[in-house]
């Protein structure tokens, strides 16, 4: 499979969005290069505004910005862009409720040898305890495109999580964007695989390799994990009767506890989450710390057996 860059076409779809639109501004921390904001700034330079590394000022300046008409992205490192801003976050952009788009990249563990100073495993879990923010986790390149393309549009605040490393493209170039989002893309029926982010094709990996042994699983891409499409979630644990969660981030206050929260009111069935348990990160190259976190494919297809085997007794 073809592997493109989600960072890599957020900057340039906010290229192409700020050729159309004049009211779409861009800020970043002194890491554009990076964020690939560096493309709309080469275009636009006096709608770009490199605050430096003051990531408590590039928020407040967005939220000013929104309040004088304009649509301000946001962006730098999901550790930065998350843990050194958050209460500007939390009294600027959703008490607010401002139109500003905070879109990081280099979120998770793939953010590879910088190590756990950089590899940000909390920031979903910060993000989604906000009142008015939306949080979106696209899986491939494609759909980030479609992401920035709704979100443009749409009022109020929104955190979008990008990766540093490349991975497998899923959806097509046409592929559109909604709220709330979660999409079979694998019908079955012996366990639900909800997934987001770069574990979405894992978890299509793991699909194929558990009809190996005869489990037909039925794969999900929960990409908007505040709010949940709560229909479809519902429905692939009511059909398949057994459930896991797959993210780059830790087990507290992610993906799996948004939708074990959600099953536990709507159809309880037995759940487990995978990520980084309740530690930090440490260096080494993206698929060594994936194999490493037991993040990678084989590894999660031999968890996933070894949890069906235990609830089926």
Same mark, same amino acid.
């Given at each position: 499979? $073809? ?9 340039? =779809?906010?290229? $192409? ?28 330079? $006096?709608? &770009? ?11 407040? =300046? ?75 986790? %696209?899986?491939?390149?494609?759909? =980030? ?21 490349? &991975? ?5 170039? !046409?592929?559109? &964007? ?89 159809? %309880?069935? %037995? ?5 980084? $348990? ?9 698929? !060594?710390?994936?194999? &490493?976190?037991?993040?990678?494919? !084989?590894?999660? =297809? ?12």
């Amino acid at each position: 499979m $073809e592997k493109k860059g989600t960072r890599d076409y957020y900057g340039k =779809t906010l290229l $192409e969005l700020g050729r159309e639109n004049p009211n779409i501004v861009a800020l970043d921390a002194d890491l554009s290069a990076s964020t690939k904001t560096c493309l709309f700034a080469k275009e636009f330079p $006096e709608r &770009f505004f490199d605050c430096g590394v003051a990531e408590a000022d590039m928020i407040g =300046t967005a939220a000013g910005l929104s309040l004088c008409g304009f649509i301000p992205f946001a962006s730098t490192f999901a550790v930065f862009g998350t843990g050194r801003c958050y209460d500007q976050i939390r009294q600027s952009v959703c008490i607010s409720n401002t139109n500003v788009k905070i879109v990081v990249t280099h979120g998770g563990i793939t953010v590879g040898e910088d190590g756990a100073t950089h590899q940000m495993l909390e920031d979903i879990a910060l993000m989604t305890s906000l009142p008015n923010m939306r949080v979106i986790v %696209p899986a491939d390149a494609h759909q =980030t495109s479609a992401v920035i393309k709704f979100i443009a549009k749409e009022k109020g605040p929104f955190f979008v999580r990008l990766s540093r490393d490349k &991975f497998p493209v899923i959806y097509g170039e !046409e592929t559109t &964007f909604h709220l709330p989002f979660a999409e079979v893309l694998k019908e079955g029926k012996d366990i639900a695989i909800f997934s987001t982010g770069l574990m979405v094709h894992h978890s299509l990996n793991c699909a194929e390799n558990l009809s190996k042994s005869g489990i037909d699983a039925e794969v999900i891409n929960v990409a908007s994990i505040k709010p949940l499409d709560k229909e479809t979630i519902v429905k692939s644990a009511r059909k398949c009767k057994m459930a896991v969660t797959l993210e780059e981030h830790s087990v507290i206050n992610g993906l799996g506890a948004q939708i074990s929260s959600l099953l536990s009111e709507e159809f %309880p069935v %037995p759940l487990k989450i995978f990520g980084v $348990e309740d530690r930090f990160g440490i260096s080494g190259k993206p698929d !060594e710390l994936l194999k &490493f976190f037991g993040l990678d494919s !084989e590894t999660l =297809t031999e968890k996933i057996k070894n949890f069906i085997e235990k609830r089926r007794g």
